[in-house]
């Protein structure tokens, strides 16, 4: 079974300087380079969902078969919210009446 690591308070800084980082530059990001980039994680995710589904029952206990479905459920459901996104922010100004 994989074993979640232990992290001190040096690794909790390094994380936290990484988000504020990160969300910097994803912020300034347009909504659809970042829906393209949430699109391919939910593929990612689904083509590792035996990775995925043996880590989730190994951190949680929760039996393999519940993990893979739980798994599979979460792509199509990360795919279908980033299109919604997308919808919204696409026809915004038309409801708007811009």
Do not use: H
Request: proline share 5%.
């Amino acid at each position: 079974m994989p074993a979640a690591t232990e992290a001190d308070e040096a690794d909790e800084a390094a994380a936290l300087a990484a988000a504020e980082r990160g969300f910097a530059l994803w912020s300034k990001t347009p909504a659809w380079e970042r829906a393209a980039v949430l699109r391919r994680a939910a593929d990612l995710l689904r083509a590792r969902n035996e990775t995925y589904a043996f880590l989730m029952s190994g951190e949680t206990g929760k039996p393999l078969l519940e993990a893979r479905g739980e798994v599979n459920a979460s792509a199509p459901k990360q795919r279908s919210g980033c299109d919604s996104r997308l919808w919204r922010i696409a026809w915004a100004p038309v409801f708007r009446g811009v």
